[in-house]
C-alpha cells in the first residue's frame, strides 16, 4: 500500500518560485476549497508528475512549466510502502529526475526510460493509466471503468492484481505457437515433396 506523506512544487503551472507543500497523511482527509483557476487541480497534476513525469490532464510537459518564470520547475513527492520511504524529484529546465529511497539515491546508470520503468514496475507497481483510474480521481477526465476501452480495463485489472506476467506469458507463447505453425507447415511441404519422389523411384522400379 503506498501511503503518501506530501507533496511540494515550485515554478509549476501558475505556482512561482517559492514551493508550495501539500501535507497528505496530517489527517485522515484533507478539503481543499478554492474558486475556479484557484490551482487546485494543480495539485493533482503536481503528483501525476512527480511520479510519472506527465500531469493528470492531457497537456504538454512543457506547459507544466510556469510561464513566467519559464525554468526551475521542480515537483517533489514523498511516500511509504511497507517500512520503507521514498522520495521522488522530478523536474524541468534542468531537466531532473532522483528516486530516492530511506534517503539514499538509486543508482542513475540507467537512461531516464528504464529509471521511470524501475519506479512504476517495482516501486509503484501502477502505471500512470491505473493511478489515474484508482487512485486520482478527477470529475473532468474520470472516465467508469466499464465505459474504458477493453485494453484498458485489462491494463487496470493486471495492475490490481499484478497479473501482467501472464500478458508477457502469452505473447511469448503466441510467438512459440506462430513459430511451431510455421515449421509445421514446412515439415508438412518437405515431407509431400519426399513422397512424390517416393513414388517416382517405386514406379520407376516397377517399369524395371
Known amino acids: 500500500m503506498i501511503e503518501f506523506t506530501y507533496i511540494r512544487w515550485k515554478n509549476f503551472v501558475s505556482y512561482g518560485d517559492v514551493w508550495t507543500e ?14 475556479n483557476g484557484a490551482g487546485k487541480s494543480t495539485m493533482i497534476d503536481a503528483l501525476c508528475y512527480s511520479l510519472y513525469g506527465k500531469g493528470f ?3 504538454a510537459t512543457t506547459q507544466l512549466v510556469n510561464s ?13 510502502i511497507g517500512r520503507s520511504n521514498y522520495k521522488v524529484c522530478r523536474g524541468l529546465k534542468p531537466r531532473l529526475f532522483e528516486v530516492y529511497k530511506d534517503e539514499e539515491l538509486l543508482n542513475q546508470d540507467a537512461n531516464a526510460r528504464d529509471y521511470q520503468e524501475i519506479l512504476e514496475k ?21 472516465v467508469p471503468f ?21 500478458s508477457i506469458m502469452s505473447l511469448l507463447l503466441k510467438d512459440k505457437a506462430s513459430y511451431n505453425k510455421t515449421m509445421i507447415l514446412k515439415l508438412e511441404q518437405d515431407k509431400s515433396v519426399i513422397d512424390q519422389r517416393i ?3 517405386l514406379k520407376h522400379i516397377e517399369e524395371l
Open 122 to 142: 517495482q516501486i509503484l507497481k501502477v502505471n500512470h493509466k491505473s493511478f489515474k483510474q484508482i487512485v486520482v480521481l478527477g470529475s473532468s477526465s474520470f
Open 146 to 166: 466499464m465505459q474504458l476501452r477493453s485494453q484498458d480495463r485489462k491494463e487496470v485489472i493486471e495492475d490490481l492484481l499484478d497479473i501482467g506476467i501472464f
Open 57 to 59: 490532464r492531457d497537456v
Open 199 to 201: 513414388a517416382l523411384v
Open 22 to 35: 501539500l501535507p497528505l497523511n496530517g489527517k485522515k482527509a484533507t478539503l481543499a476549497v478554492g474558486d
Open 68 to 80: 513566467i518564470n519559464t525554468n526551475h520547475m521542480e515537483v517533489e513527492c514523498e511516500f511509504k
